[in-house]
């Protein structure tokens, strides 16, 4: 009786304080005790506390009273309060604070929320409070309600309890939800009475938690193991059960702002054809159902294949460009592997998925088909199949020019056209092949490392591993002369005609 007029007479206090504030005012009720705030938060599941200096020259403590003040203003329901450290310092002092003012959010079932923002303002408040006083659980007493939730939710926590009696275990569950609550959903079953169609049908009794999790179309139910129920092991019971997520990637998200084992795991992605809501949905089914039995191994992924900005990169990786389309990256490496079956479904993408890991898949390798040379052309074309028998011969100083198309370089074609003006030129020394590779279509020639585009290198005869870079301007003369410069033995080694064609060309 005593506890509960205390918590009545704390609660008549902070109200008289709301409306003082409101008509004079202040920024929010203010705190100036030790007993004055813990008598706040007994009264309270949720307070929003401000901890500043009240009457010290402090601007920034000026601009977040005034923010708190607005927020109060617009929301109701919400319980504010300042703290000032200056008179209450041991309160201040508990929490450790670096600097001032700072926010605190205090709920009952979870603790302590703290606002991460270097300044309070009020932008910030609303979003801090929005996402931390939103209810944790979603409170239901029916196996229709329950029903329901399940039919809509993929993965679902549920506890089942007493609405009054013996309330540890709950607390326990809530806390729980408190800091899960973005990540999954939580619902509490209340009912008074043991015989409870809704605690018979789960088999459960006061005090249960249960999971329901849907894979495909397969519902799985798995009741908390152990006698012991504390925040650490719910928390960790959830962690074993929890679906291996399929992430959609969308123009918004990328890997990086994921969790990390987007670093740590191999990714498969299917590009889907979202015009076609039925196949992309069983698609989505498919990779939900095969992603449990790759948990931890690889992580799997989708995205709207539709969108024009794909479409340069399913050529470079050897599709026509018909949906779905999937592959895999491997993390840590540039090897890329993908799936060149007609149908994909659950089996096929499982099959995949098991020959990777086992090592029965070669990589993709990005390089265009051995084309017919033209002969009209002074410059030799190299791909990625060609590279070694023509760059590496040596029976000749090979230039190479390294570009990238058009789309992507626009400066690259200009210095091309250059450089195959240069090509007509010295086309008839002997020894000499002028060539270039186009590097955005043969993106893996061994031993090719090109940073900038367009780039020219030599490989002299007599040293294939010593390329030498071109640096000069971007003019006829200074590529000629580049390429004069560093001709393998062109006094000596050349005939008395060779030697005539060199002097014409110098």
């Keep these: 009786l005593f506890v509960a007029m205390a918590r ?16 004079s005012g202040m ?13 706040t938060l007994a009264a309270n599941p949720n307070i929003l506390g401000l901890f500043t200096r009240v009457n010290a020259n402090c601007p920034e403590c000026n601009i977040a009273a005034e923010a708190l003040a607005d927020l109060v ?23 450790e604070f670096t600097h001032l003012p700072q926010v605190l959010l205090f709920n009952e079932d979870v603790g302590i929320y703290e606002y991460k923002q270097p300044y309070v303002y009020l932008e910030a408040l609303e979003e801090f409070a929005s996402s931390n006083l939103v209810p944790k659980t979603e409170i239901i007493h029916t196996q229709e309600e329950l029903d329901r939730i399940v039919k809509n939710e993929k993965f679902v926590i549920v506890g089942f309890f007493h609405p009054t009696e013996d309330q540890k275990v709950r607390g326990s569950f809530r806390r729980t939800a408190g800091q899960l609550f973005k990540e999954y959903k939580f619902v509490e079953v209340l009912v008074d ?72 795991y191999p990714i498969l992605t299917v590009y889907l054809d979202y015009n076609n809501e039925e196949l992309k949905q069983q698609i989505i089914s498919s990779l939900e159902t095969v992603a449990e039995d790759f948990r931890e191994k690889i992580v799997f992924t ?9 479409q340069s990169i399913f050529q470079r990786w050897g599709f026509d460009g018909n949906l779905p389309i999937m592959m895999l990256v491997k993390q840590g490496s540039k090897e890329v592997y993908t799936f060149a079956g007609e149908e994909l479904n659950h089996k096929e993408i499982g099959s995949f998925c098991a020959d990777f890991l086992n090592g029965e898949l070669e990589p993709h390798v990005i390089k265009q088909e051995v084309p017919d040379q033209d002969p009209e052309s002074a410059v030799e074309v190299v791909v990625h199949d060609t590279w070694r028998s023509v760059v590496h011969s040596p029976a000749a100083d090979v230039v190479v020019f390294f570009y990238l198309p058009l789309s992507v370089c626009d400066h690259c074609v200009p210095f091309l056209e250059k450089y195959e003006a240069v090509a007509e030129t010295l086309k008839d020394i002997p020894g000499l092949v002028l060539a270039k590779i186009d590097m955005n279509a043969n993106a893996q020639v061994p031993g090719v490392r090109v940073a900038n585009f367009p780039t020219i290198q030599m490989y002299p005869r007599a040293n294939k591993f010593q390329e030498i870079v071109f640096s000069g301007p971007r003019t006829e003369e200074a590529v000629k002369k580049f390429v004069m410069d560093n001709l393998s033995d062109k006094h000596n080694a050349f005939s008395d005609e060779e030697q005539r064609l060199l002097g014409d060309v110098i």
Aim: hydrophobic share 35%; with cysteine.
């Design 302 to 310: 989708y995205m709207n294949g539709n969108e024009e900005k794909y």
């Design 193 to 264: 009475n043991e015989q409870d169609e809704v605690l018979q049908k789960n088999d459960v009794s006061y005090d249960s938690i249960k999971i329901f999790k849907t894979i495909g179309e397969e519902v799985s139910e798995a009741y908390y193991p152990e006698q012991m129920i504390t925040r650490k092991r719910i928390t960790n019971w959830i962690d074993q059960n929890a679906p291996w997520d399929v992430h959609e990637i969308t123009t918004g998200s990328a890997f990086s702002d994921a969790k990390n084992f987007f670093r740590e």
């Design 27 to 39: 920024e929010a009720p203010l705190i100036s005790s030790k007993e004055d705030f813990k008598a």
């Design 8 to 23: 009545v007479a704390a609660c008549v206090l902070i109200a008289s304080f709301c409306l003082f504030s409101i008509v």
């Design 73 to 95: 203003l617009e929301n109701e329901n919400l319980i504010a309060v300042t703290v000032d450290c200056d008179t209450a310092p041991d309160v201040c002092t508990k929490y």
